[in-house]
């Protein structure tokens, strides 16, 4: 972990550069929102730690009733269960026999879920919770429609709940039915589609799997970008909404954006100014994510970020846009949220133009 | 810093994934071949600390006769200078005075030098080491091509290098003229002209400084794409290769590609496989660059990377290629290997199919 750029209390353009930027009346306005969203539609909220990667963010949810968290990770889970997170879902498949000993350990502090899509799965996580002594709720996950992990709706899915739920260290969780693709499809026509198309394969699962005696506990999907579509459908009874958070310029593309606010920055200097029409600040692609396209700069009218390269962004200006200064700070908007705060080890918390706290982005790079 | 994911003397297959894989033989004769190729053509090289992040590489490649070490980064050089590397370079500019004051101090236990491309950055350097009490090399950077930071190679470089020289500080460093674009040009007549380009214009100031009397240390410059291109021209002292020590796919591409072996490898682990066609594995964007294109699939005859998602990574499987089975490890080379290595704590170094050595990748997001 490296030093925090920051200290409580310091003006803005004194935070050490690259640094990311959490402001906090828009971090906590978004909890806010999305809290009051989920309770009118009488759904909970699983946030995924997948975005934050922080057990403080998580208690900050949980405070305004999240049930627990997701994540994608072994590692994650471990760092939310030993910073006090006590209901976590792995809502990914584990299956090396080393990961699953950690999971089943961690069982005793937490109450730790994970999904299969796979007999062997099963039996590995069987043998795992048996080893530990321990009892795993376990849920399928169902491909409805992201075309990556999980089995195709229909007789595999029941034939795979029934063997969860007469192992005997396991229990049957429910379903895992996130639909990824339709997160940041741009109109809510396209949207709206995919949910109803997933809703309806999820639902006929959830009553087949009544018919041989099995309940879902969990009906977990759900992301930013299509939360109140999934919050509608009264199928889903858990959301696992993570970057709405923080947002991102991604999906700030989608038509309507979803209802939050841009919370999270990163913070860089302006290093070299070769021309009027150029500068170049210290943040490239080691400091932002660009798999979902380049950062947007912050309120600077006519100011492009229009390269990465490793340490470098290059800006461009317009023409009559006022000139960057040498040693200027410039806030830039991640292009995707999630691997970018992979990158870093602090949130520098502001308010009001200040550093108001450090926290630490504890599971960064626990990917294991 | 998160656990590593192996130890010494395990087989490769026990070791946790994603992790980041060194082939040490590989990489040694790497090392090697770099170190003859500069001595036979009369060159110095001050590898690219960038690439490797860690001083245990740094140590590796001087045993070899590098004469130090490049950086784009205070917190990089702080960490090889902590880590006893003798003599690095910043290769970039730095502005900010709390940056400045960082690297004054660290003049104290490394030879410390840095660039310049405007005189406010060069008073400010001066006042960082007026204040600390150190003399610091500054080199002018001038843009060969590169498009990036840097003065246009003319009068103004004369101005800013006399400024250096009449600094009571500083000393006059010599010329800094990377040219990062011509590294991934795909045909070696680009290439070629490329540097011819950057040499012709370097050589010129070289001259012209000689006849306002100052001579440059170091005129330094060259990747892993071009170095011998540089190498050749009589007009560059030092190579700042960064990449050779790994290679990536990128690099791959290039005709011909650079003369060094594959040594860097992400190890993933098959966590699906949803249909005959498909098979998931735990290694996605967060765990692979993918700025410069996705991973290749290390020796795995039909089976492609087509995809990257946050934490997974997609794999196609041609008709008639061996399926992969679940918990099966799956060696991929990273489609750039600067980030790439940024994302993980630890190199494991394998030989002979077993973990020979950890190293910590001790500048990892040190960013600042």
Chains 1, 2 share one sequence.
């Not at 990914?92 to 999971?103: D, F, G, M, Q």
């Not at 940041?184 to 309806?200: G, M, P, V």
């Amino acid at each position: 972990m490296y030093r925090p750029p920051a200290e409580p209390g310091m003006p803005i353009d004194e935070i050490d550069t690259p640094a990311l930027i959490l402001d906090l009346d828009a971090f906590e306005a978004n909890l806010d929102h999305m809290a009051s969203a989920a309770k009118a539609a009488g759904v909970r909220v699983r946030p995924h730690a997948k975005t934050h990667k922080s057990p403080v963010v998580a208690h900050l949810q949980m405070a305004r009733g999240a049930v627990g968290q997701c994540v994608q990770k072994v590692a994650e889970a471990e760092i939310l269960a030993w910073g006090g997170v006590p209901d976590i879902l792995v809502s990914n498949e584990v299956v090396s026999p080393a990961k699953l000993a950690r999971l089943a350990a961690l069982a005793r502090i937490a109450r730790v879920a994970l999904c299969a899509d796979h007999a062997l799965g099963v039996d590995a996580i069987e043998a795992a919770a048996q080893d530990a002594g321990v009892r795993l709720p376990v849920l399928v996950e169902i491909d409805v429609g992201a075309a990556r992990c999980g089995l195709v709706p229909g007789p595999e899915v029941l034939a795979l709940a029934r063997r969860i739920a007469s192992s005997r260290h396991l229990s049957f969780g429910g379903l895992q039915a996130y639909q990824g693709r339709a997160q940041h499809q741009r109109t809510l026509d396209e949207r709206t589609a995919s949910i109803a198309s997933a809703a309806e394969m999820t639902g006929r699962m959830v009553e087949d799997l009544r018919t041989i005696g099995l309940d879902c506990p969990i009906v977990g999907g759900a992301g930013t970008g299509t939360f109140a579509l999934e919050a509608a459908t009264g199928v889903f009874n858990e959301l696992q909404v993570g970057s709405y958070v923080f947002m991102d310029a991604d999906y700030g593309r989608n038509h309507p954006a979803p209802p939050f606010r841009q919370s999270l920055f990163v913070l860089s200097t302006v290093m070299s100014t070769p021309n009027a029409e150029v500068a170049v600040v210290d943040a490239g692609l080691k400091a932002l994510a660009v798999d979902s396209g380049l950062p947007l700069v912050w309120q600077r009218e006519g100011v492009t970020y229009a390269g990465a390269s490793d340490e470098h962004g290059k800006l461009t200006l317009a023409p009559g846009s006022s000139p960057l200064k040498l040693d200027e700070r410039v806030m830039l908007v991640p292009g995707h949220c999630d691997p970018t705060v992979d990158r870093y080890d602090w949130y520098v918390g502001v308010r009001n133009g200040r550093v108001e706290c450090l926290w630490p982005i504890s599971a960064r790079g626990a990917m294991n």
